[in-house]
């Protein structure tokens, strides 16, 4: 019987392990990496890696039988102050998504398996960063970043 094998498991606990492993490298006991959306907070910087979507199953070729997987990993880079200001959050925010997510994937370019150091998906680029900042229900000022990056992956039955 033939499995068609999906990456995504592994994948989004790879981008998981690759965001904890940059934030350990950068020595910052400030940011908090989690892997579910929070819905409060105290003033410091979050990455939440929430979830999986747009997940398909396109057909490569019928011969061998062989797909292309697609799918993204969405999250959100957080950075909340009380006290600050908008433009200190602006910028703060956008310096945690750049050291914390983009680099290190883009230094990359595929998800790797912290343990063995093989790929798990064949490449994985950014897709969306939507940017906003501003009060918050909570009270204080937030820069935040909704982010998605697009996974793709063959797959032979």
């Known amino acids: 019987m033939a499995n068609l094998t999906s990456a995504v498991p592994a994948a989004f606990a790879n981008f998981l392990a690759m965001v904890k492993a940059a934030v350990a490298a950068g020595a910052d006991t400030t940011i908090t ?13 979050y990455i939440e890696v929430q979830s999986v979507t747009q ?18 990993i969405q999250g959100v880079c957080r950075n909340f102050r009380g006290d600050q200001n908008v433009d200190d959050a602006r910028n703060d925010v956008w310096a945690l ?3 914390y997510i983009i680099t ?8 790797y398996d912290q343990t063995n150091n093989n790929p798990t998906v064949m490449w ?4 969306t960063a939507n940017f906003s900042s501003g009060p918050t229900s909570n009270g204080g000022i937030q820069g935040k970043i909704d982010f998605a990056f697009r996974c793709y992956n063959q797959i032979t039955v």
Do not use: M
Not at 64 to 70: K, M, W
């Open 33 to 45: 990496v989690v892997d579910t959306e929070l819905y409060s907070w105290e003033p410091a910087e």
């Open 55 to 72: 997940h398909l199953y396109e057909v490569n070729n019928l011969g061998n039988y062989s797909f292309i997987e697609t799918f993204d």
């Open 97 to 99: 998504f750049q050291t």
């Open 104 to 111: 290190p994937l883009i230094s990359n370019k595929r998800l």
């Open 124 to 127: 994985c680029v950014p897709a």
